[in-house]
Structures are given as C-alpha cells and as structure tokens.
C-alpha cells in the first residue's frame, strides 16, 4: 500500500484505508477499455495495475462542498495513489459529528464512484439527521461521480449503510458495495 499524508479541511484528523474490488460490481476494469486486456502478445511485458483504479475520497458535510483528498495539476484532478487497488489515505479531517464518505476512482472524463458510507461518532442520529445528510451524500455522489448506466442510478438508491466509525477501526473495517475501508486516528 502506499502511505498518502493529505489533509482536507478543519476538524478531528484520521487515516482511511481504502482496498477496492479488482473489478466493478459489472464486472469491468475500473480504468482501460472493458474486453480488451491490451497484452494480446505473450511475449509484451505486463503493466502492472494497469486497469486498477485512480483512488479518492471526499468527506461530506451538510451545506458545504465536499472536502477530497487528491491531487491538482493544470486544474485536472489525480488520485494521490494512481493505479493502485489500496491507498492509504493520512490526515483526513473529519467533523465531530456524522459524515458522509465518498470513495471515487478519478478519471479525466467521467469519475466513477466505488462508494459511499454515512459514518457516525456512535450516537444514534435523528430521522431528520439521517435523512438530510443521506441526501447530501447522494446528491454530491451525482454530482462527483454521474450515473452513466440505469443500473448504477438503482444502486445508488439502496438503502446506505450507516455505520459507526469504530467498526471500522483497523483491524476490523467495513465492507462497502465495491471496496472495503478501514479507519484510524490519524498518526
């Protein structure tokens, strides 16, 4: 894995782990052209990771945009481990409340969303709470991420795990629909 020190925004920080699938729930490469494995001749040497995924994430907060770890050249955006199935991501500011946790693979097209989580401190929130923030989360997923295919719109309108971030603490982690994510205090 590789260690990635960032840090969005004001708050508590802490460390996210990412592992994401090898493929997407369909099937497909996270990056490359779905089918075409590029090495049709035995003897071309392999690209390592060539169709793993470009990693971010973004923590989401009520009325304010979400806060993503990744890097900036020329104004595109890069993933802070490219080409990489895990990254580790250092630092992550976080509220002290409940969040919203968005896990992208960067593309320079269309972003791909891997998933999303509401993550709690282990209070129970209200309906209203959770509904709000649940709807913050999807809205700035469309927004990072479009749907581009109507089975992908279904998915994201399953019902959204909320879990409470210590069940996610490192030696556990939390499964997600396409990725695992482990979180820590930030060291």
């Not at 260690?3 to 090898?22: F, H, N, R």
């Not at 891997?114 to 997923?141: C, H, N, Y």
């Not at 603490?169 to 482990?182: D, F, H, P, T, W």
Request: aromatic share 4%; net charge negative; with cysteine.
């Amino acid at each position: 894995m590789t260690p990635v020190y960032c840090l969005a925004g004001e708050g508590k920080p802490i460390s996210i782990t990412v592992m994401a699938d090898q493929t997407k729930t369909n099937g497909e490469p996270w990056d490359g052209i779905p089918g075409l494995d590029g090495g049709r001749d035995p003897r071309a040497i392999p690209i390592t990771n060539k169709n793993a995924p470009d990693l971010a994430v973004c923590v989401v907060r009520l009325e304010t945009p979400p806060e993503c770890s990744m890097r900036y050249v020329n104004l595109k955006q890069y993933s802070l481990c490219q080409n990489s199935y895990d990254c580790i991501f250092r630092r992550v500011s976080i509220p002290d409340g409940p969040f919203g946790l968005i896990i992208l693979d960067l593309d320079l097209r269309r972003h791909d969303l891997v998933g999303f989580v509401l993550m709690t401190d282990g209070k129970a929130l209200t309906p209203d709470q959770r509904a709000a923030l649940e709807s913050e989360i999807r809205r700035r997923a469309d927004q990072l991420a479009p749907p581009s295919f109507q089975e992908e719109k279904q998915r994201r309108l399953s019902e959204m795990l909320v879990v409470p971030m210590d069940r996610c603490a490192e030696a556990k982690g939390c499964r997600l629909v396409q990725s695992e994510i482990r979180v820590n205090s930030a060291e």
